[in-house]
Nanobody, 124 residues
């Protein structure tokens, strides 16, 4: 079993930055890949970014490329999502997720564990 706890969400003006954290416990953090997803009101949960077990490979949805950076610190059992140049359309609940096996994917159904989510609100 893996427990994931997100933090770092909040209210920010357009153009601002936030850094989300995902603290993991329960299994060896470096055994699995990590992803970030988001869900806006009335919309499906969508892929944002993913990173493999070692941090050597990262993937992003097109709308956040060049603005968001996913990273991880296996020694601290924590993953991060640095979000810069935020836009109002980035407003959503952000979830971190993990999947055993270490390979990152953008497919929601391949992730085994999910956090409770953290709200990000970007005002115009």
């Amino acid at each position: 079993q893996v427990q994931l706890v997100e933090s770092g969400g909040g209210l920010v003006q357009a153009g601002g930055s936030l850094r989300l954290s995902c603290a993991a416990s329960g299994r060896t953090f470096s055994s699995y890949a990590m992803g970030w997803f988001r869900q806006a009101p009335g919309k499906e949960r969508e892929f944002v970014a993913a990173i493999n077990w070692s941090g050597s490979r990262t993937y992003y949805t097109d709308s956040v490329k060049g603005r968001f950076t996913i990273s991880r610190d296996n020694a601290k059992n924590t993953g991060y999502l640095q979000m810069n140049s935020l836009k109002p359309e980035d407003t959503a609940v952000y979830y971190c997720a993990s999947r055993l096996g270490g390979l990152a994917t953008s497919i929601r159904g391949t992730y085994d564990y999910w956090g409770q989510g953290t709200q990000v609100t970007v005002s115009s």
